[in-house]
C-alpha cells in the first residue's frame, strides 16, 4: 500500500514570511502532483513533477522531486493571504496504476 | 472551456438508499476518475474509467459502482447508503494515461 505523509499538518504565519511543506513516503511514484484546495471546492492542480530532482518554481512557489522519487517539498517565499488554503501532494503509480494517492494534507493560513 | 462539472452539489439521503452522482470530464478528456474526500482527509481513489470500462480500483466495496457512456460522462452509484458515506465525492478527469487528473467541485452527499 503506498502511502502519503505530509508535514505540518497544520501552519499558521504571519504575511511575508516564508514556509516550506513536505511529502514524504517509503514508495517510488512516477509523478507526484501538488494541489491546493479552497472550502466547498475541489483540488485545483498547481503542477506536476515527473523526474527525480526536478525543480520547478511557479512565482512565488517552488516544487522539489527527490531524487529517488519518493519525496517532494514545496516552498512559498513571502506568503500572502491569498496563499491560505489545503495543500495536497498526490502520487501517480505510473502506467497501469494511474491512480492518486492523496497524502494527508497541510492546511495552511496565512495572517494578515 | 468548461471543466469538470459535478451534479448535484449538495444531497441528502438516509441509511439504506441508493444515490448517483453525475460527472463531464473536461472537454478533450476521456478518463474519469472518482475519489471520496472525508472531512479533514485527503481524497481516497474509488475507482477509473476509460473506453467505457473500469480500469483500475481502490479498496471500495462492491456497493460502490460506476459506468462511462460514450460521451465520456460517468456515474457514480452507492447502493444501501451507511452513515460512514457521507463525504465530499469528486470527480477527476484527464487527457491520456499518465497524464495530470483535474478535479470538478464535488458533491457534498449526508446521510441522515
Known amino acids: 500500500t503506498q502511502l502519503l505523509e505530509q508535514s505540518p499538518q497544520f501552519l499558521s504565519i504571519q504575511e511575508g514570511e516564508n514556509l516550506t511543506v513536505y511529502c514524504n513516503s517509503s514508495s517510488v511514484f512516477s509523478s507526484l502532483q501538488w494541489y491546493r484546495q479552497e472550502p466547498g471546492e475541489g483540488p485545483v492542480l498547481l503542477v506536476t513533477?515527473?523526474?527525480?530532482?526536478e525543480v520547478k518554481k511557479l512565482k512565488r512557489l517552488t516544487f522539489q522531486f527527490g531524487d529517488a522519487r519518493k519525496d517532494s517539498s514545496l516552498h512559498i517565499t513571502a506568503a500572502q493571504p491569498g496563499d491560505t488554503g489545503l495543500y495536497l501532494c498526490a502520487g501517480a503509480g505510473g502506467f497501469g496504476n494511474e491512480k492518486l494517492t492523496f497524502g494527508t494534507g497541510t492546511r495552511l493560513t496565512i495572517i494578515p | 472551456d468548461a471543466g469538470v462539472t459535478q451534479s448535484p452539489t449538495h444531497l441528502i439521503k438516509t441509511r439504506g438508499q441508493q444515490v448517483t452522482l453525475r460527472c463531464s470530464p473536461k472537454?478533450?478528456?476521456?478518463?474519469v476518475s472518482w475519489y471520496q474526500q472525508a472531512l479533514g482527509q485527503g481524497p481516497q481513489f474509488i475507482f477509473q474509467y476509460y473506453e467505457e470500462e473500469e480500469r483500475q480500483r481502490g479498496n471500495f466495496p462492491d456497493r460502490f459502482s460506476g459506468h462511462q457512456f460514450p460521451n465520456y460522462s460517468s456515474e457514480l452509484n452507492v447502493n444501501a447508503l451507511l452513515l460512514g458515506d457521507s463525504a465530499l465525492y469528486l470527480c477527476a478527469s484527464s487527457g491520456g494515461r499518465n497524464q495530470p487528473q483535474h478535479f470538478g467541485d464535488g458533491t457534498r452527499l449526508s446521510i441522515l
Open positions: 513533477v515527473v523526474t527525480g530532482g
Open positions: 472537454s478533450g478528456h476521456d478518463t
